[in-house]
């Protein structure tokens, strides 16, 4: 069992910065690979990260590649995204997840996930 908390939402003017934590609890930390994942109210849930157990490979939502940076610390049982450059396209509620044996494809897409927090607002304005 993983419990997913995340932090560092907010309002931030458009481009500005904002850097997400996601604190893992248990030991197995470095068992899982990590996403995120936004939503908005009526729409589905949409990739836009990922980062491998090792921390080596990272993806990215082609919406973000080059703007928001995902990371994490292994002893600190966490994993980060930075985003920079927002857009007011970029509001949404923003979730980590955790996914254990993931083939590659599986980062892209929320049911080969198995644990989720609870999610953090980010709203951009214009």
């Known amino acids: 069992q993983v419990q997913l908390v995340e932090s560092g939402g907010g309002l931030v003017q458009a481009g500005g910065s904002l850097r997400l934590s996601c604190a893992a609890s248990?030991?197995?930390?470095?068992?899982?690979?990590m996403g995120w994942f936004r939503q908005n109210p009526g729409k589905e849930r949409e990739f836009v990260a990922a980062?491998?157990?090792?921390?080596?490979?990272?993806y990215y939502a082609d919406s973000v590649k080059g703007r928001f940076t995902i990371s994490r610390d292994n002893a600190k049982n966490t994993v980060y995204l930075q985003m920079n450059s927002l857009k007011a396209e970029d509001t949404a509620v923003y979730s980590c997840a955790a996914i254990l044996f993931p083939a590659e494809s599986y980062y892209y897409t929320p049911r080969r996930y198995h644990y989720w927090g609870q999610g953090t607002q980010v709203t951009v304005s214009s």
């Open positions: 248990g030991r197995t930390f470095s068992s899982y690979g």
């Open positions: 980062i491998s157990r090792s921390g080596g490979n990272t």
